[in-house]
């Protein structure tokens, strides 16, 4: 069965850094690409950033470019996802998912929240 | 890269069909066949329902069904139950380097 379990959300003042971790079982976690998929309270999914199998390409939406830092452990079956200089727009549900199907997340964690408050 | 643009909200009664429109342009939805559709229960992570515009994973029941013409893709719903009651968020490749958008979001009601 594919299990995907998010941590290491929480508080964090803006400004601050925070990093998420995503852990992947019942597949072959590096033949897949990744992503990570942020939904605010109350609103719509907003995809974050996806990483390819080996971690040599990596893609941003253009709001956390420069900020967010997606990564992957295929040792470990570990997605990651580093964030800092964090604003309150960030807060938000943070999904991490498998992109299983062409174009398409096919398995995704419960989430993990972040909330960017002082 | 805009949000692609769906209802915000649509009903029918049980066994009624409804269908979801998701509207990009020729730089998304209209360039690819990469549209997916996921359904969202309040609480819980997205499902996969629908792939590649009109593929359902194995288990999606196929009263689920998409499709595409031009710049926008559909999704409908056909002999509707209680337990489609739910938020619907269509997905579209867009071939940039912010590869991927989602739309706004439609949340279904089964009167």
């Known amino acids: 069965e594919v299990q995907l379990v998010e941590s290491g959300g929480g508080l964090v003042q803006p400004g601050g850094s925070l990093r998420l971790s995503c852990a992947a079982s019942?597949?072959?976690?590096?033949?897949?690409?990744m992503i990570w998929v942020r939904q605010a309270p109350g609103k719509g999914l907003e995809w974050v950033t996806n990483i390819n199998q080996d971690g040599s390409a990596k893609y941003y939406v253009d709001s956390v470019r420069g900020r967010f830092t997606i990564s992957r452990d295929n040792a470990k079956n570990f997605l990651y996802l580093q964030m800092n200089s964090l604003r309150a727009e960030d807060t938000a549900v943070y999904y991490c998912?498998?992109?299983?199907?062409?174009?398409?997340?096919?398995?995704w964690g419960q989430g993990t929240l972040v909330t960017v408050s002082s | 890269q805009s949000a692609l643009t769906q209802p915000a909200s649509v009903s029918g009664s049980p066994g009624q069909s409804i269908t979801i429109s998701c509207t990009g342009t020729?730089?998304?939805?209209?360039?690819?066949?990469?549209v997916s559709w996921y359904q969202q229960y309040p609480g819980k992570g997205p499902k996969l329902i629908i792939y590649?515009?009109?593929n359902r994973p194995s288990g999606v029941p196929d009263r689920f069904s998409g499709s595409k013409s031009g710049n926008t893709a559909s999704l409908t719903i056909s002999g509707l139950q209680t337990e489609d009651e739910a938020d619907y968020y269509c997905r579209s490749y867009t071939g940039s380097n912010s590869p991927y958008v989602f739309g706004g979001g439609t949340k279904v009601t089964v009167l």
């Open positions: 590649e515009v009109s």
């Open positions: 019942g597949f072959t976690y590096s033949n897949v690409w």
């Open positions: 998912a498998r992109d299983g199907r062409p174009h398409a997340a096919d398995s």
């Open positions: 020729s730089s998304d939805v209209g360039g690819y066949n990469s």
